[in-house]
């Protein structure tokens, strides 16, 4: 979901004038807050193969590689 309005953020780089870009931007924020699917989920990085992953995998989904538990995010902002 959020790779997609990444893009729809590029529209207009596509040849999409102005007022599509806007109305296409708008759609696509009111599909989002009817969604409500919370803020975006936390990631990293596998130390390995470099793939963007969820922050609480024990696995890389890309390269199987085994990742370390990491600290709470509590305990990060303290």
Known sequence: MWALDRRIRHVSEIGLDTESAR???????????????G??????????????????????GNCWTHLDALPDEDADAA
């Open 39 to 60: 803020p975006e989920p936390l990631t990293r990085q596998c130390p390995k193969c470099r793939t963007i992953g969820m922050r609480n995998a024990t696995v890389c």
């Open 23 to 37: 109305l296409l931007r708008e759609s696509f924020d009111d599909l989002a807050s009817q969604l409500a699917l």
